[in-house]
């Protein structure tokens, strides 16, 4: 398994599991099949509302000696909903509980947006808190409080622009070591992956297959596919691999950890065999022309009526 080293020369493996939209009565096999075949990584989120499952299979596979703990490397993210100061660490013990663990591996701001204790969706304005309200720097704060009592042993962001980390860095002495962005051949992003490893930050990529499966009501129309683009189709059909393989092994190749979500047994296998695939220098740069800056996930779902929050600035 491929690995980057973080800022204290720790190393996370470039290749996961996603379990976002992965159904909490199939999430479980999904995670057991997974680390039976050799998944080193999880990533999970208390917002994905699986959770417990995730746990149950992570701990019967540790208790059957399938994998050991420190050979595995779990990520979770602090929801929104517990930005504030004192709701930090609580949150953080209780995604522990529900993953059955003693430690997370990393542990990921997942929005720069904050919502009051108990919304787990905004409804309406008031659902919000600004962020003059409650600063990223003091939930950070608490983050580093999380990672200094041992609930994680890094501690990173997610969704967050070049302009919004270097806002943070200059407030602080502990760096984010990670920071999680949607990317594929349509969102590259590459001045936010050059100022990430220009920073000594890993830059791991979310929905690398476009993340069809998302809920309807968040999908456009007229969303563009990755997984048929003929150029991709043409690449996977000269090495003799699947568009999916190519999309992960492109995001493993430029450098960047890579969490495709999958709860069918072989695609989950097809696509942990593509983390070992080494594509040419010309398959790179063909994939490099498709650039659309097409976000699936814009985060236009924050844009309520009164919202604090408007997609120009998340992005900023
Ligand atoms: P499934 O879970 O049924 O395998 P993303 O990681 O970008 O969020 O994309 C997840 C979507 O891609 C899910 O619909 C998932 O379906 C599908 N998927 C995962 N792996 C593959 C693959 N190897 N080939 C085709 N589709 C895949």
Request: glycine share 4%.
């Amino acid at each position: 398994m491929k690995t980057l080293a973080l800022t204290n020369q720790d190393t996370m493996p470039m290749f996961g599991l996603g379990t976002w939209k992965s159904p909490p009565g199939e999430v479980y096999q999904a995670v057991k099949t997974a680390l039976a075949i050799g998944y080193k990584h999880i990533d999970c989120a208390p917002i994905y509302r699986n959770e417990p499952e995730v746990g149950q299979a992570i701990q019967e596979s540790l208790s059957s000696g399938i994998v050991k703990r420190e050979e595995i490397w779990i990520t979770s993210k602090l929801w929104n909903n517990a930005h504030q100061s004192p709701e930090v660490i609580p949150a953080l013990k209780q995604t522990l509980k529900d993953l059955q663990l003693d430690y997370l591996d990393l542990c990921l701001i997942h929005w720069p947006i904050a919502l009051k204790k108990g919304v787990l969706f905004p409804e309406k304005a008031s659902d919000y808190l600004t962020l003059t309200e409650v600063p990223l720097i003091e939930t950070w704060s608490a983050m580093i409080a999380a990672s200094e009592q041992g609930l994680c042993k890094h501690i990173g962001v997610s969704n967050f622009s070049q302009q919004k980390l270097a806002d943070l860095i200059a407030q602080t002495s502990y760096k984010p070591e990670v920071n999680q962005v949607e990317s594929h051949p349509y969102l590259q992003q590459n001045d936010l992956l050059a100022y990430c490893q220009s920073q000594g930050i890993v830059f791991t990529a979310y929905s690398p297959l476009g993340s069809s499966d998302r809920a309807q009501v968040f999908k456009k129309a007229d969303e563009p596919s990755l997984l048929t683009h003929p150029l991709i189709l043409d690449i996977a059909a000269k090495h003799s691999l699947t568009p999916a393989q190519i999309l992960i092994a492109w995001g493993i190749n430029r450098n960047t950890v890579v969490i495709p979500k999958s709860v069918n047994p072989e695609r989950i296998a097809e696509n942990l065999a593509a983390s070992e695939v080494n594509l040419t220098s010309e398959d790179m740069q063909a994939i490099a022309t498709l650039e659309l800056n097409y976000r699936y996930v814009d985060g236009s779902f924050w844009e309520i009526p009164g919202s604090p929050y408007t997609v120009a600035e998340l992005w900023d």
